[in-house]
């Protein structure tokens, strides 16, 4: 008798139970990562009404909806936001629910630190946005170039606010990456060897590992901005022999891998849901995790190509442009491979494949221009124009928020036990592929024609008028895009119809058991012996497998576990730890007594952590002979 | 987390060390990589020539490494239950760490007195702040270990938490080989 | 927890003995006192850098290899090593290039 898969249950229906507290102290990765998501959509609607009043200011010529402040503002917490609180976050929630899941694992190798990670993310977000409350959001730019963001040029509290919540957040993504780098290395399943760890994971584990190398250098940029801000060193103050290109070179050399890991993810996502929709195994895998290792790889070696207009010399300019353009090879070859997937395959016409599909045209796109700005003479004509951020919005919207929506969707019946409207879906596709185009497509031509960038307003007679408008009405567009997915995920949530446990007839682990999981995620550790260990157990060896039988395939998990499962007890140590960190910088801005109490409490935090055993008596247990619940 | 063994055999928390040690690498690199951008360009003295100590400076790095035999050794005792030695070796580790600070604090005041600050100029801010932050991992470093000689002495070191000791060496370990590096590149080569 | 350190010390790989170690310490320090000695000795002067990146190398390679165990444990402790260290090294020297520390037209 074949085993069916264990379906949404009421007994599976706990997962999500349970008051604040339950929230506050959850070590569980699934709650984590619903925790992540729904910050990140959140701050998705923040940033995006920065964004409409942006455009709005820039609909027409002279405009006087905000001052030139206020729109320095609001496009340096647009781009804040955007990158650190929705890009990141949301990628972290879809790691932090599916990796464990798809590596046939029950949790991240350290739930405690996973929780300290998110709470610290969020405090650290919290802090940004009270730059608002205290009226002094930053203004210089997501990127802060010195020295405009010295304490001469800038002696309010915005980059201060900026300074501090973005190291703060910076703590929370390295300790994820350690967390996440040894759980992907260290805790798959048996018989997952390396080759066999499915795509998403493994553009997910170059990504932390470009977050442990990438992140140290732009703390250490910080620091020394900080330190000229609060201590009067001169790192960035040209009067004293420094110089402001530092921390372009610094910021630089965590900001282009920064891009990779905002972009990997999604190229992950799109690597599960094509085959999945196309009912064949992924073009070349192999070539597409190496194509990964080494886009992350060579996105350490392409920094300055961000800083072509510094005067940085011949030699470095070339060596730099070289070293871009040969990017492009390795991303190429994914492109090239996700076609050949779709190739010949039997399309199911699903909004996951819609996101994915739409994530790769649009890419290619933003793709394009990349390359062109590869060339140094040609960059020094687009740096700083509207041609760059057509670019940007391109690879981050069209590749990063398309890929992501993508696996949102591919994921909603897993991680919600609910469908979400198909219909409703492609409607959401369309008005946001649209928008999207009309918004940032015109760019290019206004960037091309001269238009810089950051400006909060332009004359009348530059010609820019019609574009600028048509941009604006494209956004709209694509907020009426994110209104439609709202809508369509409270539907489902409220009333959707209930999912099986495989409603896309998938390949990876995640989809043997129940939607959503059970607490314990696998009643019995699955046994893997192949790249698409449910296909082979479902539909027997393909082509490229064929040395392995339907036998060996990974089944549907029992309902219950044969033998006791045992899970760590939630904890309050990591909140607090966090609220303690979190209050060291911030109490930065108030004075050294509320620097102090925050180490206090960072220190008292992290030392019951550390004393604290990971299993209390009364902690979650399942399965015969169980201790049951406290 | 526990029930099957590890995919590469190794405990959970001691490949999370060495990843965060990889990580710190970046850090202490990046931090190198600017006094090194930046040396020589100061507008006004004092330069490193007229001011490093390199006997004193010798001494502690000295100290440093022999605070690391005393850490190995700290962990072969804990392996083998030694209770006596686990307690003579980490509180080893802790003097000499904190020699190794007592120079550090010495050194910073000399200099002040003879007119390097953080704000003087860029040999002070990176000067410092690269030792600054090398001598606050030290500090940590030293916490940590004490925390442990208190677990020892209350009896809760035994051999059953030889990872956690293992760890927390790797730690200082790491922390020595980086002032390796800081003493080569600061205060030898000039 | 401690299922982790029982499995860790049961399969326990070759170690060091206590005489290594404190043999290690040794040459820790004679290779210090080279160091120093290069920089008094004004016939190695000349050379100082070079001789100096080599028992720098030396020493950072034995506490790694010795005191953190690197020599005895599973080769991916030493990857994960190896990488932070590689791109740190290319960051240092790429700094040094761009602003002029070394490499042609240095002004050091």
């Known amino acids: 008798m074949i085993p ?150 800038n002696p309010g509290m915005g980059i201060d606010f900026w300074l501090l919540s973005v190291q703060i957040m910076g703590v929370a993504s390295i300790a994820s990456a350690i967390n996440f780098t040894v759980t992907i290395l260290n805790m798959r399943a048996p018989g997952m060897s390396l080759m066999r760890v499915p795509l998403f994971v493994w553009m997910a584990l170059v990504v932390q590992v470009l977050m442990l190398l990438a992140f140290p250098p732009i703390t250490v940029a910080f620091i020394f901005l900080l330190f000229d801000r609060f201590f009067g060193t001169h790192f960035y103050i040209p009067s004293a022999g420094g110089t402001p290109i530092l921390w372009q070179h610094l910021f630089w050399i965590f900001g282009h891998p920064e891009v990779y890991i905002l972009i990997l993810p999604s190229f992950g996502v799109v690597s599960e849901v094509l085959p999945t929709f196309s009912r064949k195994p992924l073009f070349g895998a192999p070539f597409m995790i190496f194509s990964g290792i080494l886009i992350g790889f060579l996105g350490f070696g392409v920094w300055s190509h961000h800083m072509f207009t510094t005067g940085l010399g011949a030699v470095a300019d070339t060596a730099f442009s070289l070293a871009t353009m040969l990017i492009a090879i390795p991303t190429g070859v994914k492109i090239f491979n996700w076609i050949a997937t779709l190739w010949g395959g039997h399309i199911h016409f699903k909004t996951p494949l819609y996101f994915a599909v739409g994530m790769v045209g649009l890419f290619i796109i933003g793709g394009l221009s990349g390359i062109m700005h590869a060339s140094p003479p040609v960059d020094i004509q687009q740096h700083d124009s509207y041609f760059v951020v057509a670019h940007l919005h391109y690879v981050f919207f069209g590749g990063t928020v398309f890929g992501l929506f993508a696996g949102i969707y591919y994921w909603w019946p897993k991680i919600t036990g609910r469908m979400i409207g198909e219909g409703l879906g492609k409607l959401h596709f369309w008005l946001m592929v649209i928008g999207m185009n009309l918004t940032f497509f015109p760019m290019h031509f206004l960037g091309l024609d001269g238009m810089p960038r950051r400006i909060y307003t332009y004359a009348a007679d530059l010609g820019w008028d019609r574009w600028n408008l048509i941009a604006t009405v494209g956004a709209f567009v694509i907020a009426v895009s994110v209104l439609v997915f709202f809508i369509n995920a409270a539907r489902s949530l409220i009333a959707g119809e209930k999912a099986t446990a495989d409603p896309w007839d998938a390949a990876t682990l995640e989809w043997t058991i129940s939607s959503p999981p059970p607490e314990y995620n696998f009643a019995e550790v699955p046994q893997v012996n192949s790249a698409r260990p449910y296909w082979l157990y479902k539909h027997g060896p393909t082509r490229d497998i064929s040395r392995h039988t339907k036998a060996e395939g990974s089944q549907p998990q029992p309902e219950n576990p044969s033998q006791r499962i045992d899970l760590p007890s939630p904890s309050g140590w990591p909140i607090l730890a966090a609220l303690g960190l979190s209050l060291v910088g911030g109490g930065a801005l108030v004075g050294l007594w509320a620097v102090l109490i925050g180490v206090a409490i960072l220190v008292f935090g992290v030392y019951r952590w550390a004393f604290q055993p990971l299993e209390r008596p009364g902690h979650p247990s399942f399965g015969p002979a169980s201790t049951g619940r406290r | 987390m526990d029930s099957h063994a590890t995919s590469f055999g190794v405990p959970n928390r001691k490949l999370a060390m060495w990843v965060f040690i990889a990580s710190e690498c970046m850090f202490f690199g990046s931090l190198i990589a600017t006094y090194l951008s930046y040396e020589g360009k100061s507008l006004v003295g004092p330069t490193p020539h007229e001011i490093l100590n390199i006997p004193l400076t010798s001494v502690s790095t000295f100290v440093l490494l022999m605070s690391s035999l005393a850490m190995v050794l700290a962990l072969e005792a804990v392996q083998s239950g030694d209770r006596r030695m686990t307690r003579l070796w980490l509180g080893g580790v802790i003097v000499l760490g904190g020699l190794f600070l007592s120079g550090q604090v010495y050194e910073f005041r000399e200099f002040y007195h003879e007119g390097l600050t953080l704000q003087q100029n860029l040999f002070g801010a990176t000067f410092f702040v690269l030792t600054g932050f090398h001598g606050a991992h030290v500090t940590v470093g030293v916490i940590w270990m004490v925390t442990l000689l208190v677990m020892s002495l209350r009896g809760t070191l035994g051999p059953e938490r030889s990872l956690d000791v293992e760890v927390a060496g790797l730690y200082w370990h790491f922390v020595d080989v980086v002032w390796i590096v800081i003493f080569t590149v600061v205060y030898l080569i000039q | 927890m401690a299922e982790h350190s029982t499995h860790e010390t049961a399969h326990a790989p070759a170690h060091a003995s206590k005489g290594t170690y404190w043999l290690i310490a040794l040459i820790l320090g004679i290779l210090t006192l080279l160091e120093v000695a290069v920089f008094y000795v004004p016939l190695l002067r000349a050379a100082i850098v070079p001789i100096l990146l080599t028992l720098s190398t030396a020493k950072f390679a034995l506490v790694a290899m010795f005191f953190m165990h690197l020599k005895f444990d599973k080769p991916i402790l030493t990857t994960v090593f190896a990488g932070g260290i590689v791109v740190a090294t290319v960051i240092i020297l790429a700094m040094m290039l761009l602003f002029g520390v070394v490499g042609p037209g240095a002004h050091m």
Request: charged content about 10%; overall charge positive; glycine content about 10%.
């Open chain 1, 4 to 153: 069916r898969a264990a379906t949404a249950t009421s007994a599976h229906g706990s997962l999500y139970a349970g008051g604040i507290r339950s929230w506050l102290t959850t070590v569980d990765h699934k709650r984590i990562g619903v925790l992540y998501g729904i910050s990140a959509l959140s701050y998705f609607v923040v940033g995006g009404v920065e964004a409409l009043i942006i455009r709005l200011q820039l609909a027409s010529a002279d405009g006087t909806l905000v001052g030139a402040d206020t729109f320095n503002q609001l496009f340096t917490m647009h781009g804040t936001t955007m990158v650190f609180l929705v890009l990141m976050p949301l990628s972290a929630a879809l790691f932090n629910y599916m990796i464990p899941l798809m590596i046939g694992a029950r949790d991240v190798a350290f739930p405690r630190l996973n929780a300290f990670s998110f709470w610290t993310f969020l405090f650290g977000s919290i802090l940004l946005n009270l730059s608002f409350f205290a009226g002094s959001p930053p203004n210089a730019g997501w990127f802060g170039y010195a020295n405009l963001t010295s304490r001469q040029y």
